[in-house]
């Protein structure tokens, strides 16, 4: 059982998935919604170790089991960020366990998906070398230890865009790039930081469009600034 000082979690956790979920499942209800979170801190609580927080991992079925998963996963990350993940490919490891390794946990076959609304960068036969690629990087920013707010939220402009602008996956690669910070913002000892889902913010949308672009600089500047909010 997580013992009491972890209660002090509950906050953020419950706040980072609202932050990534809100307007997503219009049909659900906020109050429905918020039942889920607040089970699935429930279960969370009860967990002893990252071994017990995987097994609470289901495979999706609808909106429920969605929440309930990003809920567990953020918590594995967040209270186990050296144990939570166990590959070489955290990027894809972080996507199978959000989507309880189900046939959505896969990599894009096709040019076009229906969550972005523009030619897709990244060629199909190019995928496996740029995620290849980008593991790596991320693998070398999590053994890193960015003393300033603008290097670590330079790092993490270039996770989120990168994420998108590979789009390795057919399903979830927004959710992937928001855990995936979450993952480095506790390896580097830093709190956890609510990031909106694009559809929401008008600033972030802009920001992220610049560095899908190659120009990250705007996208850094905004986190930038939302660390020293959250501070």
Same mark, same amino acid.
């Given at each position: 059982m997580i013992r009491s000082g972890r209660d002090s979690w509950r906050a953020p956790l419950?706040?980072?998935?609202?932050?990534?979920?809100e307007g997503k499942y219009g049909a659900f209800g906020a109050d429905r919604r918020e039942q889920v979170l607040e089970d699935a801190w429930a279960d969370?609580? =009860? !967990?002893?170790?990252a071994d017990d927080l995987r097994r609470l991992i289901r495979v999706p079925d609808g909106a429920e089991d969605d929440i309930h998963n990003q809920m567990v996963v953020l918590a594995l990350l967040a209270l186990h960020p050296?144990?939570?993940?166990t590959t070489s490919?955290?990027?894809?490891?972080?996507?199978?366990?959000v989507h309880g390794v189900s046939d959505r946990a896969t990599r894009r076959y096709s040019p076009a998906v229906e969550d972005f609304d523009a030619p897709l960068p990244t060629a199909l036969d190019e995928l496996p070398q740029r995620m290849d690629e980008f593991e790596r990087g991320v693998l070398v920013m999590a053994r890193a230890t960015p003393s300033e707010d603008a290097g670590a939220a330079w790092m =993490? !402009?270039?996770?989120?865009s990168g994420v998108i602008r590979i789009h390795y996956f057919e399903d979830g690669n927004g959710r992937t790039a928001r855990l995936v910070c979450q993952y480095l913002l506790r390896?580097?000892?830093?709190?956890?930081?609510p990031i909106p889902k694009v559809r929401n913010d008008p600033a972030w949308k802009a920001a992220l469009s610049s560095?899908?672009?190659?120009n990250i600089a705007l996208l850094a500047c905004e986190?930038?600034?939302?660390?020293g909010r959250a501070s």
């Open positions: 419950v706040g980072i998935v609202r932050a990534a979920i969370i609580s =009860l !967990a002893a170790s050296r144990e939570a993940l490919t955290p990027v894809r490891e972080v996507h199978r366990l =993490l !402009a270039h996770v989120l390896c580097w000892g830093r709190p956890l930081l560095a899908m672009e190659g986190i930038e600034a939302r660390m």
